[in-house]
């Protein structure tokens, strides 16, 4: 059932509302079972009504309903919420109602509806868990402060261009010294410096010129580290003692001028540093100390909602779920809270932090929530403090200034939720001096062992976690696939591989050795095309483990100022289990009982290269190769300067197409002679000439173009139609919704850039042009750069297509021509921009969808919900059909 259905079905019970019926109308326009609905209405023995109120339904695990003439219906669903029956039953939502409003909470997520009965159609997703699906959750983020950022590249530019900046060693001093003024201004405006007191001690004790500034802080940073301060002026004993290694090590501070010193300022008065958060400006900040990264300031943050999408399922969930289960055993609440502190979290390219402040600030807020709970059971009872470390907290970064913010970002989300501590419950741990911080590496995590790095110890919990760099295979460096050979020794075809799979596959052993799971964000492409028959079966059944939780491709953006757009999807890897598995898709999860590496709900399918179709389809095959070294090719000043010379020649000169001539509208020409019209073919100058050039080219060719030196005047391959043909794009924009057929008649010939069927009947062009072939083709297709790579071995022999009737054949050829018809009004467009989704015509589109309605008919009488269940579809009936092909 889609959403499109559910709205239709609410619009409907709405305008005629029915009080006796409204809430049986609104279980059945979620699919909810008839029988079932039955049942619920029946009174007596049978019934699925549990309530002995002849006002009330109540439906175990499903519903807690009244209607009533009260007006005041929140503070009626408020009372139903607090009673022992919500305990007893547990009733997904309270709903009330009176003859105009409708008020319900999800008793699950404590989300609350209150709308008038009226507008009930526009927020169709509020009881959408009724369909077996969940609707994930929603985080705002509290925006960074971007001109922070602005200020401190202001502040590195003038320090660079007065300092000399040469090697590896004086630049980790500067990033070292940024580090310590970030914390400085940190701790003044959020209560661990006295307010302002770095500012204004700078504008006290420091020349205007900036000439004594780096003396001044070369002092008061050794005063930061010395716990014992005799003879220390009182100007800077003001600074409490910092500890935890942020100002031990003695680096070289850059010199200032007036103009440094003025911008230093500036970034601390004019700035309020308590408003920024350390998880998108460390991100931002690490851009300030790379020029190239400027304009792409936050580019590689990781926003908090999609933090969140790794976070929860991989172990958030789980422990919110315990606590909930748990929340009135004070025995249990307290294990709960020693669980918190053998949990590690490790990011093994953790960039400036995100993933681990986000991370520890989530468990922190758990930690509260027990508190709460255990406050609840005994008033009386102490709180102990926080148990929750910064040393169970693991990253691994190539980048020395990354590795450093990551260090001091943890650091300052601690103070943070120390002091959120002491505003709920009145005491904290000091802030002051720091205690270990992260266990921070700075190193590649390709060439560090992970085991040793973060040991997996009995009783405790490692997570994996992580936004690995994206690399395709085409991109890496010599290093990097060195690299890639190393880790993937056992993987056939690794060159074929993205960068992040390096990642998987090392993610995947420490699981397997003890690891308690993974959750990373990908490019899509690790779930697409050749890459998950090459990588996959040695992470999953290699090792013993499964797809725990998966989110399909969506759009990753964040809250930098110029936000990201990159396609992704996200993966948890656990070790092999009967628990149900959550696919989320378009905000909506659904519990399936397997995830497979298509992100379908699914078996474990393998799509492979197939020789034959498993559909009842025609062949297939490559358009013509020449092999001719262009000479036979012609293009249209070509054609015309030999048919001004040769009018002769015409017969001789066929229509030629491939890929890039029919999406961009080329119009390309070829010399095309039989072998009993060479004699009349040669007479023609031109014709004469390049037939010698084709030999030469042949005869100092490989062997295969050797092998063919004796006949000149051909092409190697010289397939034709008889009526006509379909040309399928050997590549094609992933962009697009609909892949690009194209259809032409016996007159024009074909170049080896497309795939080809000769003589199909028009209904193959309605199947190959449908939204459920491109979805196929986008999930089995292999790539070149960002572009599908169309194979007939592995997207049309392998495209599952149910037998069909002849009438349904004939419905499909309507709506083929249709599309046909409408792409030939707009002769002025090519059909690369016709297929633009942000450019196709409405006309063309509706026409698209027409086909879509027919061709989806032939599988599923119902629509599907999504791409994911359509696609889902798609590999269950795949899987069907080989089997019964090798049975």
Known sequence: MTIKEIEEKIQELVAQFEPETFIYDLLDAYGKPKASITRLQIKGKGSYNLSDEDDAIIWKKQLYYKHTSNKNLKSLADDMSRSDIVDKHEPRFIVVTNNNEIVAIDTKTKNTLDKDISELHNQVDFFFPWTGKEKAQAYVENVADVKAAEKMAKLFDLLREDNEVEDAESAHALNIFLSRILFCFFSEDTGIFPKDLFTKSIEKHTQEDGSDLAQYLERLFDVLNTEKRKDTPDYLTAFDYVNGGLFADKFKVPTFTRKSRK?????????????????????????????????????????????????????????YDELKKNEANLKKLESLLLRLETIKVFDPACGSGNFLIIAYRELRKLEMEIFKCIQTINPQQGLALSGIKLSQFYGIELDDFAHEIAILSLWLAEHQMNVAFKLRFGQANPSLPLNKGGNIACHSANGINWMRFCPIVEGEEVYILGNPPYLGARTQSEEQKEEMRKILVDVDG??????????????????????????????????????????????????????????????????????????????????????????????????????????????NIYIHKRTKAISAVPEMVYGNHSIEGGFLILSAEERKEILDNSPEAQRFIKNLTGGSEFLRGQERWCIWIEDDELKDAVRIPAFKKRIEQVRAFREGGGQ???????????????????????LVPCTSSERRDYLPIGFFNADFLTTHSAQ????????????????????????????????????????????????????????IEACAFDVLEKRELYPELRISDIYDPEKMPDDLLQSHKRLDRVVNECYLKSEFANDTEQLSYLFKLYEDMVGKSNA
């Open 756 to 811: 080809i069927i000769y003589d199909a009947e028009p209904y193959i062009f309605g199947i190959l042009s449908s939204r459920a072939h491109m979805l196929w083709v986008k999930a089995v297709s292999g790539q070149m750069k960002s572009d599908i790579r169309y194979s007939n071995l592995l997207c049309y022999n392998n495209f599952p297509i149910p037998k069909l009737s002849d009438k349904q054949k004939a419905a």
């Open 263 to 319: 911008m230093m300022i500036e970034c601390g008065a004019g700035l309020n540093w308590s408003e920024i958060n350390p998880d998108i400006f460390g991100s931002m900040i690490q851009a300030v100390v790379d020029p190239d990264e400027r304009g792409n300031m936050g580019m590689h943050y990781t926003s908090v909602p999609n933090i969140m999408k790794v976070i929860e399922p991989l172990f958030l969930n789980d422990l």
């Open 494 to 603: 690794v060159n074929s591989l993205d960068y992040i799979a390096a990642w998987f596959y090392k993610g995947a052993e420490y699981v397997e050795k003890g690891g308690k799971g993974m959750g990373l964000v990908s490019t899509n492409s690790i779930t697409q095309g050749e890459q998950v028959s090459l990588l996959w079966p040695h992470i999953l059944e290699a090792r013993g483990l499964n797809i725990s939780f998966a989110h399909t491709s969506f759009k990753w953006t964040n809250n930098a100022k110029n936000r990201a757009a990159v396609i992704c999807v996200i993966i948890g890897i656990n070790k092999a289990n009967n628990k149900k598995k959550r696919l989320y898709t378009d905000g909506f999860y659904k519990e399936v009982n397997n995830i497979s590496p298509y992100l379908t709900d699914t078996k």
């Open 704 to 726: 295969t173009a050797s092998s063919l030196a004796h006949r000149p005047h051909q092409f190697r391959y010289r397939h034709r139609a008889e009526n006509s043909f379909l």
